[in-house]
């Protein structure tokens, strides 16, 4: 592990499973949009087939498909759309988003800005979204650089968002250097087809990398990589 640490000085995060989990949050968001338009209730094991990690439009067809709603879609793929929004935009300013962090990411990010390394967070989520999570943590001056999807015409896994930070610092031609933080075999894979080295956060290991030199299985906690970097 501690080789992975090595030479590196800057760091990239995702936002979703790896800086915070608000998986309940999406769902209870997407719950109450689905059955107050199609008075429909949505199960947690339908929203994690047709909607994790995926974009609304794409998740939204398949589960009308899925509800032999086919021809509905182009009718209520929008007023779903806006209810989810705002529902969302409702719980993330509401609540307290602290509880739903990964162990140890907030003294990790100082422990990192005090060393003076540079952050990054690269994520497909929306900057808007995005906005409101960092502020409600604390910690968007945490953040060196933030692409969101806006930044990208395509969204990870499409390694364009890594280009675009290639692009960012034309200075340094070395990315041994940096090091990403990612949740799924598919952000994973861009990382490390881009020729990053990448550190899987996660409850479950991605074993598909485990051959790679440059990637790592590491879990929910962020308080023992302190201990790495110097």
Not at 195 to 216: Q, R, S
Request: glycine residues 4%; hydrophobic residues 40%.
């Amino acid at each position: 592990m501690k080789t992975l640490f090595n030479n590196k000085k800057i760091y990239i995060f995702d936002l979703d499973w790896v800086i915070l989990n608000i998986e309940n949050i999406n769902f209870i968001a997407y719950c109450s949009a689905i059955d107050s338009i199609l008075n429909k209730p949505l199960s947690f094991q339908e929203y994690r087939e047709n909607f994790q990690w995926k974009r609304f439009c794409d998740g939204i067809n398949l589960f009308m498909r899925a509800c032999s709603l086919e021809n509905e879609i182009q009718n209520l793929r929008k007023r779903i759309g806006e209810k989810v929004f705002l529902h969302k935009k409702e719980l993330l300013s509401r609540e307290s988003l602290s509880k739903y962090t990964t162990k140890g990411i907030i003294p990790f990010l100082k422990f990192l800005k005090n060393k003076q390394y540079k952050i990054w967070l690269a994520t497909s989520t929306t900057f808007f979204f995005v906005d409101i999570i960092l502020n409600n943590l604390g910690i968007t001056s945490s953040f060196d650089v933030i692409l969101t999807s806006e930044s990208v015409k395509h969204w990870k896994p499409s390694p364009e968002i890594y280009k675009l930070a290639f692009s960012s610092l034309w200075w340094t031609n070395n990315f041994y250097t940096w090091l990403v933080f990612e949740d799924s075999n598919d952000w994973i894979k861009s990382a490390l087809d881009s020729g990053l080295c990448c550190i899987g956060i996660g409850e479950v290991p991605h074993t598909a990398f485990d051959w790679d030199k440059n990637y790592k299985f590491w879990g929910n906690d962020f308080w023992a990589f302190i201990s790495y970097i110097v």
